[in-house]
């Protein structure tokens, strides 16, 4: 069931991403590093997707009544590996949609207490 609903989700995903892509809609944002962390966010979401419904797949397989499957066991392992990975990219991006680009305020900011830090 849990891979049915994944595989679902990334059906899903791409039916959004056909019908309104932020990779190929600019019209939609005012900076081109938005609509760049929009479409990573889009695309690595789908990857790791289907990397979840691939491992789960594997996993099904590696549990049959004759013994464990080891070669199943490692494509599970490095399926998860490659979803993980597509999945801190995900979280990487939609960090600079949420939190917004570095600003000046920093520099600010190390104006007003640089003089204070002790070298």
Known sequence: ??????FGRG???IYNAAMHSPCTVADDFDHQLDQDATCMVQVSGMITTFDFVGALISLVVSECPEGANIKALCASDATILVGAVSGLLQTGASFLLVC????DEIDHILDDIGPDIVP
């Open 11 to 13: 059906l899903l995903d």
């Open 1 to 6: 069931m849990l891979t049915a609903m994944f």
């Open 100 to 103: 917004g680009q570095e600003s």
